[in-house]
């Protein structure tokens, strides 16, 4: 097993040694720390970082009930996902298989490490082919990039499509779960166990409402944390943003009543749509956000936002054409959303 992720790894990186931080070698407490050029007067921010955020791994491990080695924390998981390309996939001739539309940023980090990305479009209601996945992985496919719930169809993989795709592409996958906590659907962190070359990515940035904070996580075997802990920036999450989510992680009765408000405004939201008449299509959602279709998405979307109204437009994504996309707002928000749809002429 352990072999097997080792010949998957970039060759420079599987013979890397890592940065050895000040903090990493010694934070014991109660020590006059004369070690990291640090201003020694205290003003809370004046130290590093804890380097690999044992405080906030710890409760993200209770969180999933992983164990905080299987853990990395990431500046946002857009971070994360830049270090597993990084760690497995080679420049110049490697890359990844994902499915269109989906999330931006894997088009973006593909081109940054210059790597490539087949984006392999889905079925209609972006229903999953299998099949057509498997049949464009090439040899150099390092990596298969799935989003579930997926950005910005709303719908989610389930788990036994998932192992399939772990039985049948020897290389990493990857699951992108930015959206999980709004869907009923189950994590792939409960299949991590018997996957080693799983890798399951969240974030604090959108049901935990900490988005300003850039805190993202992967969950994945130790002997894939244990490569991406070691390649990473030292100090990535700095000491404000791992003291707040700490904090806030801990207020699990402010996240349990906005969870459930969002799925009910998203309820409400599905709905009121459909009643909609310039509205032609609504999909539905597992996450905090709905993709729908319009007579005509870009004159809709200008007329909104002169309204005050900022939605997504994605009509220039593959297999969206005239869709707009909408986050789940407060209440009032969505209800003054609903009538100034019906509104526009
Ligand atoms: C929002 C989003 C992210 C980004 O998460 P950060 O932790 O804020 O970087 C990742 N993946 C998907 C699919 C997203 O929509």
Excluded: H, W
Excluded at 125 to 139: G, Q, S, Y
Excluded at 204 to 209: D, E, F, G, M, P
Aim: proline content about 5%; aromatic content about 8%; hydrophobic content about 40%.
């Amino acid at each position: 097993m352990e072999t097997s992720i080792q010949k998957l790894l970039r060759r420079n990186i599987a013979s890397f040694k890592a940065y050895s931080s000040a903090r990493q070698e010694f934070d014991g407490k109660g020590m006059i720390f004369l070690d990291a050029n640090e201003n020694p007067n205290e003003n809370g921010v004046n130290r590093y970082p804890d380097p690999q955020q044992e405080q906030l791994k710890k409760l993200l491990s209770l969180k999933n009930e992983v164990s905080a080695e299987q853990i990395v924390v990431g500046n946002g998981s857009d971070e994360i996902l830049d270090l597993i390309i990084r760690a497995f996939v080679s420049p110049g001739k490697e890359g990844m298989i994902s499915l269109k539309p989906s999330y931006g940023m894997y088009k973006v980090l593909a081109e940054l490490n210059d790597v490539f990305l087949d984006e392999i479009p889905f079925e209609e209601d972006f229903e999953i082919n299998i099949e057509n996945l498997l049949d464009a992985v090439r040899p150099e496919t390092k990596l298969m990039l799935l989003c579930s719930p997926n950005n910005p169809t709303g719908k989610s993989l389930s788990l036994e499509q998932i192992e399939n795709l772990l039985d049948r592409f020897q290389g990493i996958v990857v699951v992108d779960e930015a959206y999980i906590d709004f869907s009923n659907s189950p994590s792939a962190v409960s299949i991590l166990r018997s996957q080693p070359r799983l890798i399951v990515c969240q974030t604090l940035s959108k049901a935990y409402a900490m988005a300003g904070l850039r805190v993202g996580y992967a969950m994945a075997s130790p002997q894939i944390t244990r490569v991406l802990n070691a390649i990473k920036p030292p100090y990535n999450v700095n000491t404000l943003s791992q003291e707040k989510a700490i904090e806030l992680l801990r207020d699990k009765e402010t996240f349990e009543a906005q969870l459930e408000q969002s799925n009910t405004e998203r309820g409400f939201l599905l709905k009121a749509l459909k009643y909609v008449p310039i509205v032609k299509k609504v999909y539905p959602s597992e996450a905090n956000f709905i993709l729908f279709e319009v007579d005509n998405a870009d004159l809709r979307y200008k007329q909104l936002k002169s309204k005050g109204i900022v939605v997504r437009n994605r009509n220039k994504d593959f297999g969206c054409k005239n869709c707009l996309r909408l986050s789940v707002g407060l209440p009032e928000q969505n209800i003054k959303f609903i009538k100034t749809l019906n509104s526009l002429k």
